[in-house]
């Protein structure tokens, strides 16, 4: 954790970033909407998953370019049990995320009552988002490519293409259990993800050696 820890302050201003969307930019985007005074779950579905989805690998993708760029990708092979670093700091950057999530989501729950269905959905959403991120950069090696296919994603099936089947996002008001079909489908696509993911790393370990 310590590791963890001198990696995102290594990061320096740009490890306020994600905490600047949850607790500032998409609260007051929800406040500022055309409802005025009285702001729509609706609205907040829609930036909720605009938001925090497209933000949720920013960490890791910093942790991985140090990886990639730097001769820190070394310590990757000093321990045998260092083959799995990656994605320990992949699973550890998504609950540390999701708990500040989790944060703006109970100031929501105090403006729509219950939020938690919506809470699950982006919660798979931006496993999704890292575990893509994760295993695109060590298929490519690098986290450029990456980093613009996170934002362009999110950018192109929240605001332009709704219908695709390859739509990770759900337009609704997520009022039941039934809402969360499509994010269940959502965090069983980022586990195989994952394991691609953790394949290609054993695979760097094993080359390392």
Request: aromatic fraction near 16%; charged fraction near 10%; glycine fraction near 4%.
């Amino acid at each position: 954790m310590r590791r963890l820890y001198l990696e995102l302050k290594n990061q320096r201003l740009y490890v306020f970033v994600p905490p600047f969307v949850l607790f500032a930019l998409l609260p007051l985007s929800v406040l500022a909407g055309p409802q005025g005074t009285d702001p729509s779950f609706l609205l907040c579905g829609t930036l909720s998953q605009l938001f925090i989805p497209s933000f949720a690998a920013w960490w890791p993708l910093f942790i991985l370019k140090e990886y990639h760029s730097s001769p820190a990708r070394e310590l990757l092979v000093v321990h045998r049990s260092s083959r799995a670093e990656l994605f320990s700091r992949m699973m550890a950057l998504w609950a540390l995320y999701i708990l500040l999530v989790a944060v703006v989501f109970v100031y929501f729950a105090s403006l729509f009552g219950f939020v938690w269905y919506l809470f699950a959905a982006v919660a798979a959403q931006s496993m999704f988002m890292i575990a893509l991120g994760y295993s695109l950069s060590l298929l490519l090696q690098n986290t450029f490519i990456p980093l613009i296919v996170n934002f362009a994603y999110s950018s192109i099936f929240m605001l332009a293409v709704l219908d695709s089947p390859l739509n990770i996002f759900t337009i609704g008001t997520f009022s039941d259990a039934g809402s969360l079909v499509k994010p269940a489908t959502v965090a069983a696509v980022a586990i195989v993800l994952l394991l691609a993911g953790y394949q290609a790393e054993r695979r760097l370990y094993r080359r390392s050696m």
